[in-house]
């Protein structure tokens, strides 16, 4: 399987006076793609529902994507959407 995505962020100085880098995963709702240096907020009517994804995911068709950091919710009772990427 492919790795998960993850940024590079600074830690805190250490006691030699060297900064060090590590690999810390994009937390849900957001996303990184390789090269990346910030992690990104999904952009309405998708979804990032764990941590390190590279990209978000659309919401798909009968769902709702309300929260991006959460699975996609069915339609309401009564409601349908054929359309993807649907907030």
């Known amino acids: 399987s492919c790795p998960k995505a993850k940024i590079m962020r600074q830690s805190l100085a250490l006691s030699n006076g060297d900064d060090e880098l590590s690999l810390v995963p994009c937390p849900a ?4 793609a390789l090269g990346e240096d910030d992690c990104t ?3 309405p009517g998708y979804y990032a529902n764990t941590s390190g994804f590279a990209a978000c995911m ?4 009968g769902y709702t994507c309300a929260d991006a950091t959460k699975s996609p919710s069915p ?3 009564g409601t349908y959407s054929s359309c993807i ?3």
């Open 41 to 43: 907020p999904c952009e």
């Open 75 to 77: 339609c309401p009772l």
């Open 58 to 61: 659309a919401c798909p068709a």
């Open 29 to 32: 709702g957001t996303s990184s």
């Open 85 to 87: 990427a649907l907030s």
